[in-house]
């Protein structure tokens, strides 16, 4: 495996560095042998085997979480609604700005 992650070139191969998506890498290069490409497609796997472990016997729940998820990451990259002049991704948000940030994408989506 780790001859494989140090062969990918760009992103991804760089994301071996941080302990926890090391841990992420192992677990989805564990299902198949395989890694993602792009590093997109590799977070997207992690969300995916995360949420499928976590809700794997209500399988209704794992789209709302995982737009709530997407929401909060858009939000901590770009700011809004919480800090519309943020410059740069934040690692943390507030319990105040994820109430902003949820309380505005349950107002943009209604069916939340």
Known sequence: MLQHVRALAG????????PLLLTAICIIYGEG?????????????I????LHSRYAR????IA???????AV??????????????QSPVAEVTYEELDQILGAY??????T
């Open 11 to 18: 992103d991804v191969g760089v994301l071996a560095a941080n």
């Open 33 to 45: 042998k395989q890694l993602p490409q792009d590093k997109h497609n590799l977070y997207d796997r």
């Open 47 to 50: 969300v995916n085997t995360a």
């Open 58 to 61: 209500d399988q209704k729940v």
């Open 64 to 70: 709302p979480v995982r737009g709530r998820l997407a």
């Open 73 to 86: 990451a858009l939000g901590m990259h770009t700011g809004q609604p919480h800090q519309p002049s943020r």
């Open 106 to 111: 349950i107002g943009a989506t209604p069916e």
